[in-house]
């Protein structure tokens, strides 16, 4: 019912590209520079079969070759702007479908939900699938990222002060720290670590923030320059980082702040994911 709910009030993405359209064999010949931040493999046959085998319940009620083809297609239609059919369809393969699911929904709220109600519903139904699939599949690091990553959003909508009194903290930072334990170079998980201790930092001060929540200033810096390692393209990762510097210094840090806005103006996006990323960075740098 969730999900039926989501797909009725969907809205379009307004920046619609050709170059975003990975049909046929072109998602997986540039399957590594869409997926440079969240090292998702790429969904063939043989890998999840191996998946599968490690995790039974996993085991979708169609054959594997044809999960792989609907996973192929949700992948292209989560690229192209297609967010609503991206969860129709990744939810259509069951659990190995939740990955695109769910960070469709989480882009999708992120970006073209407006209202608020909405927004923070589409988190928690991303969250609830995402600790589904990491309690069924431990070892999925992209199930333990967007179970942090839902949550974070969510945090954000309530007021991180809210969020923290709820203990929405420790399992963000304990399902992002997962994430990466598993992906060390997952950068996505590294900007979602590095806005928890900045966030944390902003809210609680530095001394209650480290005590209370392991949260530290050179911890947010290291894990957002390690994203930028990671994902040199990355836009997120430099308007997470401007906004991280602006929480935890204020001031002292504009001009590297404003720097970083300005990098992210002038990446280029390869889908829809990137250009939101893009077109946030151009607006902020606007007003």
């Known amino acids: 019912m969730a999900e039926t709910r989501a797909k009725t009030r969907w809205h379009g993405f307004r920046f619609a590209d050709a170059a975003y359209d990975y049909s046929g064999e072109s998602l997986e010949k540039h399957w590594s520079r869409l997926h440079l931040g969240d090292c998702e493999p790429f969904p063939e046959p043989a890998g999840l079969k191996k998946l599968v085998a490690l995790h039974p319940t996993l085991k979708p009620s169609m054959s594997l070759a044809k999960a792989a083809t609907a996973l192929q297609d949700a992948w292209r239609a989560y690229h192209r702007g297609d967010f609503g059919e991206a969860i129709e369809l990744g939810l259509g393969v069951g659990l190995l479908g939740y990955d695109v699911a769910n960070k469709a929904t989480s882009i999708y709220a992120t970006y073209l939900?407006?209202?608020?109600?909405?927004?923070?519903?589409?988190?928690?139904?991303?969250?609830?699938?995402?600790?589904?699939?990491?309690?069924?599949?431990?070892?999925?690091?992209?199930?333990?990222?967007?179970?942090?990553?839902?949550?974070?959003?969510?945090?954000?909508?309530?007021?991180?002060?809210?969020?923290?009194?709820?203990?929405?903290?420790?399992?963000?930072?304990?399902?992002?720290?997962?994430?990466?334990?598993?992906?060390?170079?997952?950068?996505?998980?590294?900007?979602?670590?590095?806005?928890?201790?900045?966030?944390?930092?902003?809210?609680?001060?530095?001394?209650?923030?480290?005590?209370?929540?392991?949260?530290?200033?050179?911890?947010?810096?290291?894990?957002?320059e390690t994203a930028l390692k990671l994902n040199p393209h990355s836009a997120i990762a430099r308007i997470e980082f401007a906004n991280g510097l602006a929480m935890m210094f204020g001031k002292e840090k504009l001009r590297q702040a404003t720097a970083l806005y300005e990098e992210a103006s002038a990446c280029s996006p390869v889908d829809a994911m990137e250009r939101l990323d893009v077109e946030l960075a151009k607006s902020e740098l606007d007003d």
């Open 113 to 224: 939900e407006s209202d608020k109600e909405a927004k923070t519903a589409l988190f928690l139904e991303a969250a609830r699938r995402a600790e589904e699939l990491s309690a069924a599949a431990k070892s999925i690091p992209n199930a333990w990222y967007l179970h942090g990553q839902a949550l974070g959003r969510y945090s954000q909508c309530i007021s991180v002060a809210k969020a923290l009194a709820q203990g929405l903290g420790g399992k963000v930072k304990s399902s992002l720290e997962r994430a990466i334990s598993l992906q060390r170079h997952h950068a996505d998980a590294h900007i979602g670590m590095g806005v928890y201790h900045a966030a944390v930092i902003h809210q609680a001060g530095a001394m209650i923030g480290g005590l209370a929540y392991g949260a530290s200033k050179d911890a947010a810096v290291q894990h957002f």
